[in-house]
């Protein structure tokens, strides 16, 4: 049984460009999040897929978009980035439902200069 | 606005003592709270978890106290020891379809050999 992976783990991009991570989610697990960590913050809830479908979303703008692929795998698009998106991002992968817990990858660190 | 809190940025103990990590929520709707440790570079990993219809989980060292009048949760650990050494992230979701959920800011634990 694998785990979650992230790539790339670090990431340098500059203001305006675009930015693509990458997400392979636990084995069996259908449902994938994302997470922005801002240094010295908690996680923030970015949005969730479940079975290439997006069903829930935090208060982040639409630059933020996503996929979720048919082997759950996912990716997390920022468009027209912005100084403030430097951050830790964290993609989590669950079986979904009421009452389970969602395992982390490693994370990809982005920094925006 | 901060949903979840974790008002203690950092503790420090002694090796074999207890420690308590707090945690309080101000959203009625959570009925299911979690406990992640962090280590650098690594990914938040899942600790224990409590249902609210429980007041108590524990888990070999790791004990978690619900108390829902209060809206405030506590993780407790003990022996503590060394390895125990991370950030600590209280989190909390509501019961919908959505499986998002809100972090506190953490409190990084530093046991003392």
């Known amino acids: 049984e694998t785990g979650v992976t992230q790539s790339p783990t670090h990431l340098i991009k500059t203001r305006g460009q675009q930015v693509t991570l990458r997400c392979s989610s636990q084995?069996?697990?259908?449902?994938v999040s994302w997470y922005q960590q801002a240094l010295g913050q908690g996680p923030q809830f970015i949005f969730q897929?479940?079975?290439?479908?997006?069903?829930g979303r935090g208060n982040f703008p639409p630059r933020f978009s996503g996929l979720q692929f048919p082997n759950y795998s996912s990716e997390l698009n920022v468009n027209a980035l912005e100084l403030d998106d430097s951050a830790l991002y964290l993609c989590?992968?669950?079986?979904?439902?009421?009452?389970?817990?969602?395992?982390f990858g490693q994370g990809t660190r982005l920094t925006v200069v | 606005d901060q949903q979840v809190k974790q008002n203690s940025p950092s503790l420090s103990v002694q090796e074999g003592r207890i420690s308590i990590l707090n945690c309080d929520y101000t959203?009625?709707?959570?009925?299911?709270f979690l406990w992640y440790k962090k280590y650098p570079a690594e990914g938040p990993t899942f600790l224990i978890s409590?249902?609210?219809?429980?007041d108590k989980n524990e888990d070999g060292r790791f004990t978690v106290f619900l108390n829902k009048s209060a809206k405030h949760l506590s993780l407790h650990i003990v022996p503590s020891q060394p390895g125990d050494s991370a950030v600590y992230f209280c989190?909390?979701?509501?019961?919908?379809?959505?499986?998002?959920?809100?972090f506190g800011t953490g409190t990084r634990l530093t046991v003392i050999p």
């Open positions: 989590a992968s669950s079986l979904g439902g009421r009452s389970t817990e969602a395992f």
């Open positions: 084995s069996g697990h259908n449902t």
């Open positions: 897929y479940y079975r290439e479908e997006e069903n």
């Open positions: 959203n009625s709707m959570f009925d299911y």
């Open positions: 409590i249902s609210s219809i429980k």
């Open positions: 989190a909390a979701k509501a019961g919908t379809g959505a499986n998002n959920l809100f």
